[in-house]
T-cell receptor
């Protein structure tokens, strides 16, 4: 594929609503990462998948956040009962190899605004 | 927790001046990557450093990894307006169970005045 794609690009949710953010990684990329980027900050790690296995979810801020990658390709980040502090850009990245030794290709992000 | 500190937060230069951003970790890193994010864009990979004391160059950009693998720098010679953006370092910590996790610095926002 051309690159990492994410949808939707923008999402406005009322506080308390559930949202689902989708990531289509580059075809064949084994690793997939989710990051949260607040305005003026660096991306903050949320979770890491190697194929369909979620090997690290240490960055998920609460049990309202859930990510899956059931077939080892497309991934979904779900946020339940959204709060205002969840407002941020959610970035997905994929890489060819495993672990953190490979170049990460980032998608354009989903900007989530919780009102 | 494990943090990567990056300074300065902002840097304004005249076109043609040099620019440097620094990253520092209190804990040894196994590798460090550098990314550039243009305004309104997403991070784009620039380079990876793995070895102690490693120096890599890409045209006007010079990247260094410290001997102790706790700090790194990016130096741009003779900046151009196309260099505008935010530069991030991202480190992976040796050992532990965070196998895939990269910890990003806060970034340095570079503006270049023509």
């Amino acid at each position: 594929g051309a690159g990492v794609s994410q949808s939707p690009r923008y999402k406005v949710a009322k506080r308390g609503q559930d949202v689902a953010l989708r990531c289509d990684p580059i075809s064949g990329h084994v690793s997939l990462f989710w990051y949260q980027q607040a305005l003026g900050q660096g991306p903050e790690f949320l979770t890491y998948f190697q194929n369909e296995a979620q090997l690290d979810k240490s960055g998920l801020p609460s049990d309202r956040f859930f990510a899956e990658r059931p077939e080892g390709s497309v991934s979904t980040l779900k946020i339940q009962r959204t709060q205002q502090e969840d407002s941020a850009v959610y970035l997905c990245a994929s890489s060819q190899g495993t672990g953190g030794f490979y170049e990460q290709y980032f998608g354009p992000g989903t900007r989530l605004t919780v009102t | 927790g494990q943090q990567v500190m990056q300074i300065p937060q902002y840097q304004h230069v005249q076109e043609g001046e040099d620019f440097t951003t620094y990253c520092n970790s209190s804990t040894t890193l196994s590798n460090i990557q550098w990314y550039k994010q243009r305004p309104g864009g997403h991070p784009v990979f620039l380079i990876q450093l793995v070895k102690s004391g490693e120096v890599k160059k890409q045209k006007r950009l010079t990247f260094q990894f410290g001997e102790a693998k706790k700090n790194s720098s990016l130096h741009i010679t003779a900046t151009q307006t196309t260099d505008v953006g935010t530069y991030f370092c991202a480190g992976r910590y040796a050992g532990g169970t965070s196998y895939g996790k990269l910890t990003f610095g806060q970034g340095t926002i570079l503006t270049v005045h023509p």
